[in-house]
């Protein structure tokens, strides 16, 4: 089972690093990372070209790296919504999991989603989430589990809207 990864991306150079340094503190076979530059202004092409090692990133590029298959896409800003569906459009793999770059995610993230999936073999997953807020000088202010805190599955797109979308 494969994973597209669609992180989108709008003026978050300064967290992207840590973001991705979780991502790759993971198994990546299997997984597909689609960044998608929704026209930020604090050259996120340049950042990634040297988060990567790469150069022109600040184009769109495809390539290798640490297992996974890395694509960055850059459009214009028409909003998070506009770069998900970019995200998606551009994804190839057997399932998505929308990651926000100002997020991280724990080791055996993505094993844990696969195993989830085959065992429950759904269409549509809402896994809950620990979430820490930290002030501006790094300093934990709040963390807790945040909903769901009961993992959702579905078989159907419009049902889960319904009811995750309406709680």
Known sequence: MSLSLVLPCY??????????????????????????NDGSSDDIGGGLSQYFNKNNCDHNIEF??????????????????????????NATSDYIVFIDPD???????????????????VDVAVLGFYQIVEDKDGNVVKEGEVFPQKNYISNSVEETVRTVLTK
Do not use: Q
């Open 64 to 89: 290798e790296y640490k297992g996974a298959w890395i694509k960055i896409i850059h459009t214009r800003n028409c909003g998070v919504s506009a770069a998900r569906n970019t995200g998606i459009g």
């Open 103 to 121: 997020d991280t995610v724990k080791e055996n993230y993505f094993s844990t989603i696969k195993a989830f999936m085959t065992s429950t073999s």
């Open 11 to 36: 003026n978050v150079m300064k967290y992207l690093p840590k973001c991705l340094d979780s991502i790759f503190k993971n198994d990546c076979s299997d997984i597909e990372i689609v960044l998608v």
